[in-house]
């Protein structure tokens, strides 16, 4: 069974209940809701009044939940993770502190090069100019010294949308983008702990002030999965000033679309434990290569 992102943005509150989550009405204590923890994989708290008990919380983490937590903006701002949740987690964490740079090189190509491909793939689903993106994958090297990434990049942004340029506080659709990006970090942390892995030591990212930068290196094949739901509900809605519910709502659904990887079909939430369980591989040396997810 897949499990759940639940959004709350309404002031409640969160009680554990017979193993289950238990969302009350603040003044009344009407009982809004019931989730059982083992249903949950992200609970992401968007309204500053919000109680969680401590109990909840450790059940949560003791389950590998992910609780986000969002900021005035309505934007996820924090992540609270168990501190691990593997049997074998003090070995993972010595073989992935031995990791030579070699491999790092080499397994951060392997990335780069899916990412440019996922967005080929996405330009040419939608009709836009994609032939041209042929020549940035073809050209990575080891590490990306060229930085075929950044330089694919521009062109990507350039085509897929009209008159846009990516950035962080930028406008529209940059809102939805950070949004999504934000719940997908969310998810390849959670992976990343269920696989007994340290989510600050990064391949690639390497900011002293960034505790999540292998997520952010790993999550960097599944953006464009982000990119496509964002184009699709551009296509579907003429206002996307704002991130409303209805908007959220849709972009939480991240988790459970459809990801091609292994030569299989599966939800997004289980394609990224393959990615990072076969990067552990990789740190092992037991594999060459990582799985990764194939847009098409």
Known sequence: MIKKTIYIGNPAYLRLHQNQLQIQEPKTKAVKGIVPIEDIAILMLDNYQITIS?????????????IVSCDSHHLPFAMMLPMFSHTEYSERLKVQLEVSKALKKQLWKQIIIQKIKNQQALLQLNDKQYLHMDNYWQNVTSGDT?????????????Y??????????????????NFGYAVLRSIV??????????????IFHKNKYNPYCLADDIMETYRPFVDKMVFNYISMHDDISKLNKEVKAYLLNIATQDVLIDNKVRPLLIA???????????????SRNIKLPILD
């Open 54 to 66: 401590n109990q909840l919380i450790v059940k949560l983490q003791t389950n590998n939940a992910v």
């Open 146 to 158: 060229t930085n075929m990434e950044g330089i694919a990049a521009q062109n990507y942004w350039k």
């Open 160 to 177: 897929l949308f009209t008159d846009f340029h990516r950035e962080r506080f930028g406008s529209e659709p940059n809102n939805l983008l």
């Open 189 to 202: 942390a959670r992976a990343l702990v269920s696989s007994g892995l340290l989510p600050v030591l990064g």
């Open 272 to 286: 990224v434990t393959t990615t990072t369980a076969s990067l552990y591989k990789c740190y092992k040396a037991e």
